[in-house]
């Protein structure tokens, strides 16, 4: 890989970086917010739920816009209204009696910012290069950055809450500018010619017929990214939760007990993406053990959840997600034409969202009936996910295109 773009893989790589401090590293302090606004953990679950649900509804229109207007047109904006999020989040906690509502609208800003930003950088990793296993490669970086952001988070999160409990807002701001340099001098975007622009009503045309063609193997990433995130969340804000109240491990104690999966899912995530290639029959099987070992440790927790097992086992957990998530990032890459790829893969990181905005407000449901409960829908969920992939992604006959086949302009 040309070093050149190398400096446009490390400045991309901010992205998700960046998003995904902006939203972990609220994890660790989720406890301490609802202390200090007087609320209940269903209303504190929020504060990450509404940031998630507006990135859903937006998602696809930034990939739409991304693969009409451009990538980078619509990542730096993104990236700036994330960051004037956190600084709203951050002022009305400082300066108000009542924040909870401006926090939830700073929230919703932070959203919008983060539906044009960090689900671009996908397809704008595929347009840079033309070799599947560099796509790979480039993509396991990214996602090792979104992963190594969850690591950072939690740590990062408790070192600012023990200060002042709503700095971590204001690091937001601080984080995005960041990545708004560096994206903006240094990744330079491969030049779309305007006559490769499609019209609306060619667009919709195009995607309809990817839909028709590969509509099985396209839900069924889906639906596992989807799942994958709402476990993680899911778990994240119970172990933030159990931590304080069963362990009384608390502040930059806990960051550091949450890190420990998610360090393992960073570090596995990396050389999964450097292992993958091209090979997506590998890639299949990845996912296939990756979703098995997750599945296995919420069993084994069931039996057995002392604090060395809990976090023993949620290592295993975060090994497992380490080594499915850039096998679901090639395969739904290198499988859909440039032409498309921003929204396709759009719609995939709103499917992920969709994990990520259902999990803590699910798990503190399940967590007022029964802990036992987070162990059976977590195990159950991680079962189904492995029989969609088993079942309907099949690697000789999606990715074999019969040229005739391909969806054309209208």
């Not at 998530?325 to 893969?345: C, F, N, W, Y």
């Not at 409960?373 to 000789?396: C, E, N, R």
Request: net charge neutral.
């Amino acid at each position: 890989m040309e070093a050149r773009k190398k400096l446009d893989l490390l400045a991309l790589s901010s992205v998700p970086l960046v998003m995904t401090l902006g939203n972990s590293m609220l994890i660790p302090v989720l406890p301490q917010i609802s202390k200090e606004l007087g609320i209940n953990a269903f209303q504190v679950s929020l504060i990450i739920t509404v940031y998630s649900i507006v990135a859903i509804l937006l998602i696809p229109i930034a990939g739409y816009l991304s693969d009409r207007f451009g990538r980078k047109v619509v990542m730096v904006p993104c990236l700036i209204i994330a960051g004037v999020g956190g600084a709203v989040s951050g002022w009305a906690s400082w300066k108000m009696d009542d924040p909870y509502i401006v926090i939830l609208l700073g929230r919703v800003l932070q959203g919008i910012g983060s539906a044009g930003a960090a689900p671009v950088v996908m397809p704008l990793i595929g347009d840079m290069f033309e070799d599947d296993e560099q796509i790979s490669a480039g993509l396991g970086l990214t996602e090792t950055a979104n992963t190594a952001g969850k690591v950072l988070s939690p740590i990062i999160g408790a070192v600012l809450a023990a200060f002042v409990w709503f700095l971590p807002f204001w690091f937001i701001p601080f984080f995005s500018l960041i990545s708004v340099l560096l994206v903006f001098f240094l990744v330079k975007v491969p030049k779309q010619e305007d006559d490769d622009k499609q019209s609306f009503k060619e667009f919709a045309h195009c995607v309809k017929g990817i839909f028709k063609q590969d509509g099985k193997w396209l839900f069924a990433i889906f639906a596992v990214g989807c799942t994958i995130m709402f476990v993680l969340f899911g778990i994240l804000f119970f172990l933030s939760d159990l931590l304080e109240k069963q362990y009384a491990i608390d502040g930059v104690k806990k960051g550091l007990v949450l890190a420990i999966p998610l360090l393992a899912l960073s570090i596995s995530s990396y050389f999964s993406g450097k292992k993958i290639g091209q090979n997506r029959h590998l890639m299949k099987s990845v996912i296939i053990i990756g979703m098995c070992l997750v599945t296995f440790s919420f069993i084994a927790l069931r039996v057995q959840h002392s604090l060395i097992f809990l976090i023993s086992f949620l290592v295993l957990t975060g090994v497992g997600i380490g080594i499915t998530l850039p096998s679901l990032d090639a395969l739904i890459t290198e499988g859909i034409e440039k032409e498309q790829r921003g929204t396709i893969t759009s719609i995939y990181s709103s499917m992920r969202f969709i994990g990520v905005a259902a999990g803590p407000p699910v798990f503190s449901y399940l967590m007022s009936v029964s802990e036992h409960l987070v162990y059976y829908i977590s195990a159950g969920t991680s079962v189904i996910a492995v029989m969609v992939v088993m079942l309907f992604i099949k690697p000789d006959k999606d990715f074999e295109k019969d040229p005739s086949q391909l969806p054309k302009l209208a």
